[in-house]
């Protein structure tokens, strides 16, 4: 049976596919033709056209925070993704994986599900992304000593404190790199009078957003002048860059030192010991390890592959479903492996 695994996420799915690995890896959107209805792209190539699409065209992003925002558009998209790595049988339905934010609602997950629906699916079994992640990444979580693991993501920040294989405690932000593109976007409108487009924002962080100052290089941005109504391109010094996202990013700080606080002492010795692990796209900020560190005292460092390793994980789980029971089992039950819709 081709099985997959999935882990959707607010800017990008990945799919792995039992026993060939991940065959997916694209941007979470999908373009509508509106004068026809129809479907013309998906992926990267519907996420190419955001902020540049004539009227006819609309390319919407199915999830935000982390959870589905547009029911339709994210059948659509789960359906068509599908499709494109395996194929339909409809003897053999698809038992999938996915992964979804710790804390999510079991209404949330619903739609999860729903959105997943069809005649093809037999069985939806949900993984905590933190955990996924912790397995994707190699992560010894299994034994009685605490493991803590940060999940910033496009739309959240999943922080979870792990130890026997489970969540001890964990708490989800509705915060990830794109609030931080959006503040970006917002400082530049409210104090230089400048409007910068989503995808402007995003692509200038990565390269010289910085959540700790360490280098001081200015950066070039192009944008539209609100007062005379004319592109620019200008420069902006990196303490300005990291004035304009520093509030989300104390969110995230202020997050981590509220789950410390929470810790039973012998799990705080482990995560002394151990350190913090960080995944997911939004991590890979500069100097945010350092942040962390400066705040928490705590060493912090990466797993190896930030951005697959919730989809690693949970394409682990699926090629051993016996050996990882004691995950799907230990979810809520409201969100616990539920059968065919
Ligand atoms: N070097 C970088 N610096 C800052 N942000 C980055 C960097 N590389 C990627 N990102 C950001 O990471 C995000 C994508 O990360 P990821 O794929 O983990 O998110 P996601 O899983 O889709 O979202 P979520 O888990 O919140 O639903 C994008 O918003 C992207 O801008
Ligand atoms: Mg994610």
């Keep these: 049976m081709a099985d997959i695994a999935i882990d959707l996420g607010t800017a990008n799915t990945l799919i792995h596919v039992k026993g060939k690995g991940l065959v997916f890896d694209e941007a979470t959107a999908i373009a509508y033709d509106e004068t026809t209805n129809s479907v013309i792209a998906i992926g990267d190539a519907a996420a190419d056209m955001i902020g540049r699409t004539p009227p006819s065209i609309r390319v919407v992003r199915p999830l935000s925070t982390g959870v589905v925002s547009d029911f339709g558009a994210a059948r659509n998209f789960l359906q068509l993704a599908i499709r494109q790595v395996v194929r339909y049988n409809r003897f053999s ?7 979804v934010p710790s804390r999510i609602s079991g209404a949330e997950f619903k739609t999860f599900q729903d959105a997943l629906d069809s005649s093809r699916i037999a069985k939806v079994y949900a993984v905590q992304e933190p955990v996924a992640a912790a397995i994707g990444a190699d992560l010894n979580f299994s034994m009685p000593r605490g493991c803590l693991i940060i999940d910033v993501g496009a739309g959240t920040t999943d922080l979870a404190m792990l130890s026997l294989g489970r969540v001890v405690d964990s708490r989800s932000l509705r915060i990830g790199a794109e609030a931080l593109s959006s ?22 962080l990565q390269t010289y957003g910085q959540a700790l100052i360490t280098d001081k290089i200015p950066g070039k941005i192009l944008g539209v002048d609100m007062k005379l109504g004319l592109p620019v391109e ?11 996202i520093k509030e989300p990013i104390s969110l995230i700080v202020a997050e981590l030192r509220r789950i410390l606080d929470s810790v039973p002492p012998d799990l705080a010795a482990d995560i002394l010991r151990e350190g913090i692990h960080l995944t997911g ?12 560190h400066e705040q928490t005292g705590l060493t912090c460092h990466h797993v190896d592959d930030p951005l697959k390793a919730v989809v690693l994980g949970c394409g682990r789980i699926l090629e051993d479903m016996d050996a990882f029971k004691f995950v799907l089992e230990s979810m809520p039950d409201e969100i616990k492996s539920s059968g065919a819709i």
Excluded: C, Q
């Design 93 to 99: 339905p698809l038992r999938v994986v996915v992964g």
């Design 234 to 244: 200008f420069e902006i010094e990196a303490e300005e860059v990291h004035t304009a």
């Design 183 to 204: 503040a970006f976007a917002n400082y530049l409108k409210n104090t230089r009078r400048i409007n910068i487009g989503d995808k402007t924002a995003e692509e200038f």
């Design 281 to 292: 796209g939004g991590s890979l900020l500069r100097g945010l390890p350092e942040l962390l």
